[in-house]
Structures are given as structure tokens and as C-alpha cells.
């Protein structure tokens, strides 16, 4: 069955260094990988798209990458900020199904 | 509306009652989801709706839980019978149409507590 595993412990950084939070699928790579963002008793918000044959996908001081070889994508918040500190979500399409399977989450600390 | 709506934000009810989850997607987007998210847990997905049809019922967690949608838009989720199990926030979600590469659009959830 296909899984998609996020680091359960808190990413805590200081303010201005580059935070990178990892999402890691197994069985064959899905078409698309999907980031939210989720602040505390607020849904999850969409932040980026990769699509399986982009290596790398940018958006302001947000980067995403897609390894079909580790069967991982990376997260990057670069310049990071205290607003940053959230939890970070990581999905992909379940096979034969248009539901989505989000990982549990990394949780963000930018401390000021 | 701008975004997805849910009501109620809170319900709290005891155990054995019947609840009613209300989703109120954006205008137009032709596909809804429904997840559960347990405290400190990830999303469990639990149905999703093309137009008023669920093709995949398979997420919900028992015969308790049912949910339909109406004239492409508004959606209900019901549990029967609620145990303290059903405790969670229920999320619901909307995009444009069905499809992998759609991003979806989330209300801020129903935290449901059964006593």
C-alpha cells in the first residue's frame, strides 16, 4: 500500500537560516506531490505543486524538490521567519482513487 | 462565499447522539472532500464527492458514518450513534474538479467532542 512518511519531531531553526522539511513516499512515484501549510485550528492551506517530472519548483522563499530515485521531496523555506513556524504537510493521489494521502505533518519553530 | 465554509466550528454532544456536519464548498468547484484529523495526527480521509456522486466510500470508518451532497454543493456528513472514538476535528475540502494535480481548498474543520 502506498505510504508517504514526514519526520514526527519539530524542525526548530533560528530566524534567517533555510529550514528543509522532508516527505518520503513508498512504492512507484505518484504524478504530482502536494505542500500545506497548517496553523493551529485552521485547515491546511495549499502552498505548492511538483509535478513528477520537475525536479524543482519555486514560489518567493519557497523551494520543492522531487527525487524519484529516493522516493523523496524536500521542502525549503529559505530566509525562514518566525510566521513561518507551522505545521508542514506533504500529500500525494492514493492508486485508482482521486483521495489524497497526507503524511502526519513536521512541525516548524522559527525562533526570532 | 471566498473560502469553504463549515458549521458548526465546535459541537460537543454525548456518547449515542446523532451529529450532522455541515460543508459549504467554494462556489463552482465540482469536487469535496471530507477528512478527520485526530489530535496530533494527520489527515484520514474519509469520502470524496464528483458533482453529488461518492464513487469511493472505502475512508469511512464504519456503517455509522454516512454523507451526501446536494445539488453539487453543500455537503453533510452524519455519525450515528457517536462513541468517544468520533472525537476529532472533521475538515472538509473543495477544488475545481477532481484530479491529482488540484490543489484543494480547506475549511477550518468541525472539532467534534463526545462525552
Known amino acids: 500500500s502506498q505510504k508517504i512518511e514526514q519526520n514526527s519531531e519539530a524542525l526548530n531553526i533560528q530566524e534567517g537560516k533555510t529550514a528543509t522539511l522532508t516527505c518520503n513516499y513508498t512504492?512507484?512515484?505518484?504524478?504530482?506531490l502536494q505542500w500545506y501549510r497548517q496553523d493551529p485550528g485552521r485547515g491546511p492551506v495549499f502552498l505548492l505543486l511538483?509535478?513528477?517530472?520537475?525536479k524543482e519548483k519555486r514560489k518567493e522563499r519557497l523551494k520543492v524538490t522531487f527525487d524519484t530515485t529516493l522516493k523523496q521531496s524536500l521542502f525549503h523555506i529559505t530566509a525562514s521567519q518566525p510566521a513561518d513556524s507551522a505545521t508542514y504537510l506533504c500529500?500525494?493521489?492514493?492508486?485508482?482513487?482521486?483521495?489524497?494521502?497526507f503524511g502526519s505533518g513536521t512541525r516548524l519553530l522559527v525562533r526570532p | 462565499g471566498a473560502g469553504v465554509s463549515q458549521s458548526p466550528s465546535n459541537k460537543v454532544t454525548e456518547k449515542g447522539k446523532d451529529v450532522e456536519l455541515r460543508c459549504d464548498p467554494i462556489?463552482?468547484?465540482?469536487?469535496l472532500y471530507w477528512y478527520r484529523q485526530s489530535l496530533g495526527q494527520g489527515l484520514e480521509f474519509l469520502i470524496y464527492?464528483?458533482?453529488?456522486?461518492?464513487?469511493?466510500k472505502s475512508g469511512l470508518p464504519s456503517d455509522r458514518f454516512s454523507a451526501e451532497r446536494t445539488g453539487g454543493s453543500v455537503s453533510t456528513l452524519t455519525i450515528q450513534r457517536t462513541q468517544q472514538e468520533d472525537s476529532a476535528v472533521y475538515l472538509c475540502?473543495?477544488?475545481?474538479?477532481?484530479?491529482?494535480?488540484?490543489?484543494?481548498?480547506f475549511g477550518d474543520g468541525t472539532r467534534l467532542s463526545i462525552l
Open positions: 475540502a473543495s477544488s475545481p474538479e477532481l484530479g491529482s494535480n488540484q490543489p484543494q481548498h
Open positions: 512504492n512507484y512515484s505518484p504524478a504530482y
Open positions: 511538483i509535478r513528477e517530472n520537475e
Open positions: 500529500a500525494r493521489r492514493m492508486d485508482s482513487s482521486y483521495k489524497l494521502i
Open positions: 462556489s463552482g468547484h465540482t469536487a
Open positions: 464527492f464528483q458533482g453529488n456522486s461518492a464513487p469511493d
